[in-house]
């Protein structure tokens, strides 16, 4: 082995070798090209593929948003709690259920509806707005519910507050002006109820009451009491007036608002009240119903000595009132009520946020979130926590309660809409925001309606069956605009086309004249164009492209219609036609509005007018082919010129075929096919008989004739072969074949 491995030479092996050099330069620069080319397509296939999978799930989260919106919209609440959805609620992924020729609205639904229908018609012919309130309580005054007379009184008394102009109304809503004025129309309210509930209680008893014949609220309370308090009532305090206690007398004027029967009161007492009358006199002449400072300071001295340890439930409760004491006594043994516990704080609140007292706020959010609606038993009266809510300018939350109940949803759709249209509502800055929601800048408690939301929920239930009555809803949302800085009335408007398909009624139809029949949107809209376009580009948005194409044309946009059409035609062009198919739809449709442009005039632009003209001319040539009619088929397939039947026009055919769009293009393929199956019906035709044509010479002219069919198909794949476009599948070995077998 040593001897071996010694004899090995390394010179050759480690030798250093030539380099390879590539000689054939052209090979190696067709590679390249070929390589980069390569490169560049799965690049581009993969770009694309990309590009569609993200448009793909861009329209997949576009379609969810508007089914959440709906499942929103159907889930009517708060969106704080769980929700159920009502039994009798469609399901919002089902296909509607069209009710023809009957109404989904109740008597009250339709009387609601009815008044706003006034209320729009006056706004649009006289520009000028009816007082709402008035109409609805019209409505509220022929239902048998009580219920809701008072609150459409309640309504009307908390709406009479001037509104402060401002910026937002959340921050007007807020200020100390506004604040003043809601407590003041609330006490109002509460006192007039309340002497109305003393009237009805004396006149129930009239022999107990022993009501004389002098009037006013002095009286009425003497005589109210007589049933009230039993003689001899064991605590009350400082004598009586006229033989009932001093104090009860004088709370229960104050509760009737009558300041002047509390005083006549005071003048009237057997025994000397010390420093009240002064108190009260000072009372009666201030704007807010709040002392000045130095003598609220001397009442609170007084109630916090001598009257608050009194037995006299009335004493206390009156100096409360008037002093603005002792803000965390309930008074129950005086206010045994609701309506008389809501008075008495409202009696109590102040507007001096440096103020140790009962503020506005502290009394809403005390309301709205400390005591609630189980407090209230709000589930078995709606209207009393309603009430609660709305006498505290809680509108929103008012608006939103009454609304979660099916039987009260109208009540609170049309406590809303007047709302809104006085300016008191406050509406939320997104308006896909939850029915009620919060701005973390606003000032507690105020929350926000989402007005918009409200009514388009409330509509859902009857848009399919009366969608007249439910455009008069979408006409109160005329000036709010949604996401896209669009009308929202417009928007609503397109969706209820949309689903309704009630195409003519709310639009209105074309003529055969070309004139447009008015439908029920042009009452409301003085640009109806404009709206029955944004229909249009919607339902084209969502692929209902043949309902997109009437209502183009509607709206007078005929390069949108010829363009919709030449899209809807090009793949149908070339199919055998049967009654009632999307082709004979189509067909009709088209030949239709062809007529009317042709009789009437259009004003479409040239780069959609011929190609549309052209596809008809085409879809008439294929029903000739399929129904065997070959000699007009034949004849329309010269007059068109599309293709060339001699050689000497084939440079010239492929130069015009340049010019054509994608729509024709398409339909190349199955022309020249069909044209080449024509020849060779008539060459074998020919073949069989004797020819009949002008073309025949003395042997009959039958030479002459094949020579000439022939001819024609040659033209045919000679331009078949020079064209710059590649058609689909085995269209040239077939236009081959059928060239060979006529050779």
Partial sequence: MPQRLESLSVAKTFEPLEPVRETDIQGFLRNERENALLATIEETRKNTFNQAEKHHWDCMLSEWEQEK???????????TDVLDIPQETESILSDSITMQGRSAMDNVEMAYSRQLFIYNDRIVHTGNKPNLIELFQQVADKIDDENVKDMWIAVKAMTRVALKTQSSIVLARASKEMQMGFVKQAREYLEESYKKFISTTIYGNLQQAQ???????????????????????????????????VWAVIYYCIRCGDLHGAMQAVKKATQNLGEFREYLEEYMHTEDKRLPPNTESKVHLHYRRAVKRSNDPYKRAVYCIIGHCDPNENHSDVADKTDDYLWIKLCQVHYDNNSDGLSMSQFQTSLLEEYGESHFNAHHHPFLYFKVLFLTAQFEAAVEFLSRRDRLRCHAVHVAAVLYELGFLALPVNIQAQLLSRESTDPVPIRRLNCARLITTY???????????????FYLLRNMKDSNRESLFMKCVSELVTETREFEMLLGHLERDGCRKPGAIDKFQDDTQKIIQLVARDTEDKGLFEDAVKLYDLAGNHDKVLELLNKLLSPLVSTPNSPQSTRDRLKNLSLSIAERYHAHGHHASQLVTPTFFLLLDLVTFFDHFHSGNLDEAMEIIQQLKLVPLTLDSVEQRVHAFKQYTDEIRHNLAAVLLATMNILYAQYKNASKRTIRTGLRTEDGGKESYVNYLRKQARALITFAGMLPYRMPGDTNARLVQLEVLMN
Avoid: M
Wanted: net charge negative; proline share 10%.
């Fill in 211 to 245: 009501l004389g014949g002098i009037p006013g609220t002095y009286h009425l309370v003497r005589s109210y009491l007589n049933i009230k308090l039993p003689p001899n009532t064991p605590g009350l305090e400082d004598g009586d007036v006229e033989g009932h206690p």
């Fill in 69 to 79: 919106q709906k499942i929103l919209n159907a889930l009517i609440g708060a969106g």
């Fill in 459 to 473: 509509t859902r239930k009857f848009e399919s069956t009366d969608p007249i009555e439910a455009l008069q809803y």
